[in-house]
């Protein structure tokens, strides 16, 4: 979510001290499922917010954010039930507002916790827990990090279960702000009382019997940066509240997290939100160009960070509801799809009630819930083409999911080439959105798209291995110019790459030797924190601008397919940045052909 939730005047609701009670429970939930068990795949669910944020015709008729009310997300945990859950689909998340009044303002308990608003929520959240439990369904609830300002009540509010404590004793003395809205205080978790606050909520949380916090605002990320902004402490704070608590609960956190902290969201969270709000805050759900085409660019830094525990959250896949949408059919497919071969948790911000038949096909193929629940890798780009772009990863049978995407404005052709799969030959292809065979094609596979469009297969090599001829970026052989310079490189297969290659470096490699003309795909080995664009020539023709995806970091080596025509016999490959700033190259492999 972003700064829109809290660009509302807030209204201290503690001017001196607390104002609505509530009674702890004595007892904590019996554990529905170890926790060890949370996250051993990307979650399937619904969410409240794409549509409570949404500006579309009737959806908050009394102001905005007043969608989210008990009966709206029990008309949705109705539809869920009866539509989805039978392929996997199983969290109602309930986000941001329940504790908010319709004109936006915070209520609390005793104890600084937020506690429903009567309007929205009359019975309170135990009770629509437990009605989506009813249901076979898990429970999914919202809170903003750190200490919201409202409930500070001039220090004086008392903290559950930790003697001595008040709202004074949990964050720092400066009061320093914190969160993608500074609408929080920051917690100073060098007193104890801070964890003890922590702990009195994921307390309440357990006893009103939800399975899932989704925790927003959190920093590094969030559009924030800085101390104040760094709120790892935090994370790791929840995630030893919620083992005191005595119920499993999947611990989310969002918004556009900073990768460098990768390793903390992955050891104290199940999973991270990797991009901006993928919401348009419009008259639609979304819009193509808002933040969803986006996510193309920002995914692949992070995919080798997924897996059983913890996945890359690209936000609510909002494709069920066409004209809602904000999308053409073409875009809805490839959105699905890409959500789908990330590996990113499919959970919906749709209007479960009103699903159209081409929405309904989305969300409920079989074929492609299966890719994304499995045992197959997240994908990754494995050709840099600019708009047309080819995903694949290898599956544990050996095949190969490989996704063609077509994000140009026009119709266009996208190839996969089965050398940039590792084979060569003959491959099986089978259409997963059409349930269809395709049967065998030799070399590649071609189609042609419509603009922001996509196809996604399964590729089963028939040939043999695809052999390669490797030439390392450092060696002499190789021509540098301008600022390009080798450089050491742990990640790198020869322990060298070539690197600074930025406003005229070049690297030229030398006596690349073919037997046959032809087109070939390289293979390029690379490091690059952030995507990164070089302009690609052959034998001094013209050059080719193709932006390679970050690897996440600057010591981590990917590799992407680039195409080139070659001539028989011996050829030069030229990476020149530009005006640029371009990858650093590690080497080349080019495909072997007799």
């Not at 065979?437 to 695809?466: C, I, M």
Request: aromatic content about 10%; charged content about 20%.
């Amino acid at each position: 979510m972003r700064s829109s939730l809290y660009s509302s005047v807030l209204v201290l609701a503690l001017a001196a001290g607390p104002t609505t009670a509530v009674p702890a429970a004595a007892t904590p939930v019996a554990e529905a499922a170890p926790a060890a068990d949370l996250a051993q795949k990307p979650y399937m669910g619904w969410t409240s917010w794409s549509m409570q944020s949404s500006k579309y015709p009737g959806l908050n008729p009394d102001g905005d954010y007043s969608y989210l009310t008990e009966k709206n997300v029990l008309k949705q945990t109705d539809a869920m039930a009866s539509k989805l859950k039978k392929y996997g689909y199983e969290y109602v998340n309930i986000d941001a507002g329940w504790w908010r009044d319709m004109a936006w303002k915070p209520e609390f308990d005793a104890h600084a916790r937020q506690t429903p608003d009567a309007g929205r929520f009359p019975r309170g959240m135990k009770p629509v827990a437990d009605d989506i439990h009813a249901k076979g369904l898990k429970a999914g609830i919202y809170l903003p990090v750190g200490l919201e300002k409202e409930a500070y009540g001039e220090g004086k509010v008392p903290i559950w279960n930790a003697e001595g404590c008040t709202t004074a004793d949990i964050v720092h003395d400066d009061l320093r702000t914190t969160n993608g809205w500074d609408s929080a205080y920051k917690l100073d978790f060098s007193r104890p009382c801070a964890q003890k606050y922590v702990d009195s909520q994921a307390q309440l949380f357990a006893d009103w019997g939800y399975d899932f916090l989704k925790l927003d605002g959190v920093g590094p990320g969030s559009s924030k940066s800085g101390d104040n902004y760094n709120n790892v402490a935090d994370v790791a704070a929840w995630k030893q509240a919620i083992a005191k608590a005595g119920r499993p609960i999947h611990l989310e956190i969002s918004w556009a997290l900073d990768i460098n902290h990768v390793a903390d969201w992955k050891k104290y969270s199940n999973g991270w939100r990797i991009d901006t709000d993928v919401e348009c805050y419009c008259d639609t759900l979304v819009s193509w160009e808002n933040s969803v085409d986006d996510r193309w660019d920002d995914a692949p830094g992070w995919t080798r960070h997924a897996g059983p525990g913890g996945w890359n959250d690209l936000d609510s896949l909002n494709v069920g509801n066409g004209e809602m949408d904000g999308l053409s059919k073409a875009e809805r497919q490839s959105y699905a799809t890409l959500w789908a071969i990330a590996k990113s948790p499919l959970y919906t911000g749709d209007d479960l009630t009103r699903l159209d038949d081409y929405g309904v096909s989305l969300l409920t193929n079989r074929e492609v819930i299966a890719l994304n629940q499995g045992s197959t890798p997240p994908a990754r780009p494995i050709t840099a083409s600019g708009n047309r772009q080819v995903w694949s990863a290898k599956n544990a049978d050996g095949s190969h999911t490989v996704a063609l995407f077509n994000l140009g404005d026009s119709p266009a052709a996208v190839t996969a080439d089965f050398s940039s799969l590792g084979f060569s030959g003959r491959g099986k292809v089978r259409d997963l959105w059409n349930h269809e065979d395709l049967g065998t094609n030799k070399d590649k596979v071609t189609q042609t798209l419509p603009a922001h469009g996509s196809r996604l297969f399964t590729v089963t090599p028939r040939g043999p291995e695809q052999r390669m001829t490797g030439y390392e970026a450092e060696s002499a052989a190789n021509t540098l110019s301008g600022n390009a310079a080798v450089g050491d490189c742990a990640a790198c297969s020869g322990g060298s790459k070539v690197g600074n290659l930025y406003q005229g470096g070049k690297l030229r490699f030398n006596d690349i030797v073919v037997p046959k003309a032809g087109r070939y795909v390289i293979d390029v080995a690379y490091v690059s924190g952030d995507p990164r664009t070089v302009q690609v020539s052959a034998n001094g023709n013209g050059s080719t601008a193709l932006k390679f995806p970050s690897t996440g970091d600057w010591g981590t080596a990917e590799t992407i397919g680039v195409p080139v025509t070659l001539k028989a016999g011996t050829n030069t490959v030229t990476f020149d940045s530009g005006d640029g700033y371009a990858p650093d190259l590690d080497r080349i492999d080019v495909p072997k052909r007799s």
